[in-house]
T-cell receptor, first 113, second 115 residues
Framework: DSGVTQTPKHLITATGQRVTLRCSPRSGDLSVYWYQQSLDQGLQFLIQYYNGEERAKGNILERFSAQQFPDLHSELNLSSLELGDSALYFC????????????FGSGTQLSVL | GENVEQHPSTLSVQEGDSAVIKCTYSDSASNYFPWYKQELGKGPQLIIDIRSNVGEKKDQRIAVTLNKTAKHFSLHITETQPEDSAVYFCAASNGVRNTGNQFYFGTGTSLTVIP
């Protein structure tokens, strides 16, 4: 067990809908990272937050947004969902801004029908 | 940005044999190279990492080598066991303190160890 908790484990929704994925980092970790994993794209970095502030951005679509709350949990919001958004979404955490070890959660499997 | 290429995409070895997975990167500023193991239904788990000022690192049956000149690093697993079967990802990072960092992952190698 990595200590990173992601909910829900599975999510099935329809095109055009909006969903929220939740992540609780390991105790003591201040950085949260979001990744998208699909069969053809591998692990794609979306965004990083550190202690409530956005620190780095990857290939995150404008339809996606994230935030990190004062208790350090993070939420990834995906809106106007398309079939191509179906993927496994991982959250990871690390102690500082410069991640030297990432601890991953078990992921949320999103299926857009 | 960084581009990490990983080979092979699939690898089958007999139990007890060695397995080697290779990665190349493009950004000479990358300075940290971790390897992750992902078992079915689980998130990636860090198994070993190496920094750019080190050429080789070992941890029991696992070793990683880095060639900065060639921008190439490899994972070596010796005396493979069935429980080594998983997908392995390499990654490269150019983290800079106080500005955040990004990990760039390879596309993964599915390793199967045949008993």
């Amino acid at each position: 067990d990595s200590g990173v908790t992601q909910t829900p484990k599975h999510l099935i929704t329809a095109t055009g809908q909006r969903v929220t994925l939740r992540c609780s980092p390991r105790s003591g970790d201040l950085s949260v990272y979001w990744y998208q994993q699909s069969l053809d794209q591998g692990l794609q970095f979306l965004i990083q937050y550190y202690n409530g502030e956005e620190r780095a951005k990857g290939n995150i679509l404008e339809r996606f947004s994230a935030q990190q709350f004062p208790d350090l949990h993070s939420e990834l919001n995906l809106s106007s969902l398309e079939l191509g958004d179906s993927a496994l979404y991982f959250c990871a955490s690390s102690v500082g801004t410069v991640a030297e070890k990432l601890f991953f959660g078990s992921g949320t499997q999103l299926s857009v029908l | 940005g960084e581009n990490v290429e990983q080979h092979p995409s699939t690898l089958s070895v007999q139990e007890g044999d060695s397995a080697v997975i290779k990665c190349t990167y493009s950004d000479s500023a990358s300075n940290y190279f971790p390897w992750y193991k992902q078992e079915l239904g689980k998130g990636p788990q860090l198994i070993i990492d190496i920094r750019s000022n080190v050429g080789e690192k070992k941890d029991q049956r696992i070793a990683v080598t880095l060639n900065k000149t060639a921008k190439h690093f490899s994972l070596h697993i010796t005396e493979t066991q069935p429980e080594d079967s998983a997908v392995y990802f390499c990654a490269a990072s150019n983290g800079v303190r106080n500005t955040g960092n990004q990990f760039y992952f390879g596309t993964g190698t599915s390793l199967t160890v045949i008993p």
